[in-house]
């Protein structure tokens, strides 16, 4: 069954709170609140459906953001134009289902002609490779590193030119 995407909306914070705090240290933990933020920022959003039911999302932002994370904030000093990939997460259950290359896709898709090129980045510490490895065969490239959170972390910086 192919992959149903649409808007990842205010009202789907119980399920994508699930999967995104499940999903941690891969990605920051988030309460009620911090995701009601992120999507009134967010320039793009997406939420997939795999077997009738809600199983990844994605929120990027564009420049100019009113976001705080060190990341995004690399990204918004260095390009006037970009979509930054801050959080994707598929529930574990549904991996290697394509949703992933399916977000992206629609990502990519919206994004062509629309932006110069996408932005996110991956932990290196913590490792993180199968999203490394996602990422680099989707087409990224790292950038650039950082440590954040008091050098706990490392962070892989990626672009992805668009055509």
């Avoid at 891969?26 to 795999?50: F, K, P, Q, R, S």
């Avoid at 991956?122 to 490239?141: D, K, T």
Wanted: charged share 20%.
């Amino acid at each position: 069954m192919m992959p149903v995407l649409r808007p990842l909306l205010a009202q789907d914070a119980g399920w994508f709170l699930a999967l995104n705090n499940a999903a941690v240290p891969h990605v920051n933990a988030l309460d009620g609140a911090a995701l009601a933020a992120l999507l009134e920022e967010a320039a793009w959003t997406a939420a997939v459906e795999h077997d009738g039911r809600p199983a990844g999302g994605l929120i990027a932002f564009g420049p100019g953001a009113a976001y705080a994370s060190p990341n995004y904030r690399w990204f918004d000093a260095r390009h006037a134009d970009f979509l930054y990939v801050d959080r994707v997460v598929v529930d574990a259950a549904c991996r290697g289902a394509g949703l992933g290359r399916a977000l992206y896709g629609a990502l990519r898709d919206h994004a062509s002609g629309r932006t110069p090129l996408l932005a996110c980045e991956v932990n290196e510490q913590p490792p993180n490779p199968a999203s490394m490895a996602f990422h680099e065969r989707f087409g990224f490239a790292a950038v650039g590193r950082q440590e954040t959170e008091g050098g706990t972390k490392r962070v892989a910086l990626m672009e992805m030119p668009l055509a």
